[in-house]
């Protein structure tokens, strides 16, 4: 579904090459769109290039950061920035209470600061819309990392998904298309009872450690310790474990690594993988977010007999 975004100020922070995919579809809506943090990206015509977040927040309608976030320090992950790019309590001070800051993960100080100033997150990770149309490159890209870690086919072989959730639906149904006998692992009775209908062996987390020594290869998207040492004792030498969980993951790399097991933690796949299918992903997304929200804005102020400012 498309949507109208003429002549709204968005500013696009930092990110990785899906954030320049989402440019390009943001400006097809018609958005007037700055960018902070692309130097090193080749520039796209009609859009504004600008080093100094500061001085543009106070003059947008919506900001978008980065799908991972901003770390501890407020310090922004920008693949073609030239310098550090900070979000810090003077930028969210210049942030007009009535912009909506768009973020995949926001931390607890982000959190905490930004609710102290008045300011709305909107987190958009965790949205069914954008999570499962994500799970299509996340699952391709998982795929790809298990065929290049192993001798073998994923064809015949057997595949372990852990979770069902968004996820790993996704990835079970990818992996039994191309042959591979799927096992998927949950808790919830209701999943491994859709598991079975969709012919995928249902295994439940309390017989983990049990089965997972007959696995060729082992999906995990559970954001938990679900690959502990006495689990991981029991795998084959020769599995292959690709954890696309967030981090820290859910296995215990270090114990792995003395074991000699290939554990790979491979999160944020769609910006990796499939940069464009992602840009376009979250384009089909933020539109919709942000337009809701400014009509909200609007329709306050309309109510309570107040003009929004656009300045």
Not at 21 to 44: C, P, W, Y
Not at 69 to 84: M, N, T, Y
Not at 222 to 231: K, R
Not at 303 to 309: D, R, S
């Amino acid at each position: 579904m498309s949507a109208d975004l003429n002549g709204i100020r968005l500013a696009v922070i930092g990110g990785d090459d899906r954030e320049i995919h989402l440019i390009l579809e943001l400006q097809k809506l018609g958005a007037n769109i700055t960018a902070v943090g692309f130097e090193d990206a080749s520039k796209i015509e009609g859009i504004t290039y600008k080093m100094n977040l500061l001085e543009v927040v106070s003059q947008i309608d919506a900001l978008i950061l980065p799908m991972y976030g901003i770390d501890e320090k407020g310090l922004v992950k920008a693949k073609h920035s030239q310098s550090p790019i900070v979000v810090d309590r003077e930028v969210l001070q210049a942030i007009p209470t009535n912009v909506p800051l768009l973020i995949g993960f926001a931390r607890p100080a982000l959190k905490s600061v930004a609710g102290m100033l008045g300011i709305r997150i909107i987190e958009t990770a965790s949205l069914d819309q954008l999570t499962i149309l994500n799970s299509i490159p996340s699952a391709e890209g998982a795929i790809q990392m298990a065929m290049e870690s192993s001798k073998i086919t994923i064809h015949g072989s057997a595949c372990f998904v852990l979770g069902l959730g968004r996820c790993g639906w996704t990835l079970a149904r990818m992996l039994k298309g191309i042959g591979a006998n799927v096992t998927g692992v949950a808790r919830k009775l209701a999943y491994l009872a859709r598991a079975e209908e969709m012919g995928i062996i249902p295994l439940s987390f309390s017989d983990l450690k049990g089965e997972i020594g007959r696995a060729d290869f082992v999906f995990n998207t559970v954001p938990q310790l679900v690959l502990d040492q006495e689990t991981l004792d029991n795998v084959s030498k020769d599995v292959v474990i690709i954890d696309i969980a967030s981090k820290p993951g859910g296995t215990d790399f270090d114990y792995a690594s003395k074991l000699g097991i290939i554990a790979t933690l491979a999160p944020g796949l769609p910006g990796k993988v499939a940069p464009k299918t992602a840009g376009k992903i979250l384009a089909q997304v933020y539109p919709q977010l942000i337009l809701r929200h400014l009509t909200t804005i609007m329709d306050h102020s309309f109510n309570l007999g107040v003009e929004v400012p656009k300045e």
